[in-house]
């Protein structure tokens, strides 16, 4: 149940896929793991009843629409933005493409990036409150502690390991094909966003 609730694509896995795709084995296995460490937090947060926390505070369910919206769209602004070529001064085209790739965003800029996907994702509280909610109120005591804690290993085992293979396979992409999947990801997650947005307006 656990990879059931992590693995259908979302902002968090369209994160780590970009980062798989885009930057070093190093950076996109840190992605994931900075991920996967927010997304146990969620999914603590989400069984031990955040549920509770929003129905006892009306407004932010949609003050979280609203903030969660706008940085989404934010990121997926980033992503369809072209990148700064390389320099001229590059020794060569291999060097050029590696140069890019190292150029990334640093541990800091990953760790905030990760936190935002994760925290800033007001769909994720809603699926995850009503799937991991209603988990919570079928087992108790020690079943759902050992109900938790595979759903938490389940996080540990798909995003570093999506990465992987991912970053694995990506050696064989040209610039071309990084190119179209980080335009692809950034239209989806502007499309989300902005569908979050008009949730708040009560558009649509």
Known sequence: MGLAYVAPIGMQNL???NAAVSQPRSRALATALFVTMFDMMLTLACFFGIGAVMDAVPWLGPLMQ???GALVVL???V???PRKKASKTEP?????AAYERAKGPGLRGVFVAALLVTWCNPQAFIDGTMML????????GADGLAFV?????????????MALIVSVLGSRFNDRVLRVINVVCGLVVIAYGVRLIAAFFGIG
């Open 133 to 140: 909610g209603a988990f919570r109120a079928t087992f108790g």
């Open 92 to 96: 060569n085209a291999a060097g050029s």
């Open 149 to 161: 804690t595979g759903a938490c290993a389940a996080s540990l085992v798909w995003f570093p390991g």
């Open 79 to 81: 992503l369809v933005l």
């Open 66 to 68: 609203l903030v969660g």
């Open 15 to 17: 994160f780590v896929i």
């Open 75 to 77: 990121i997926g602004v």
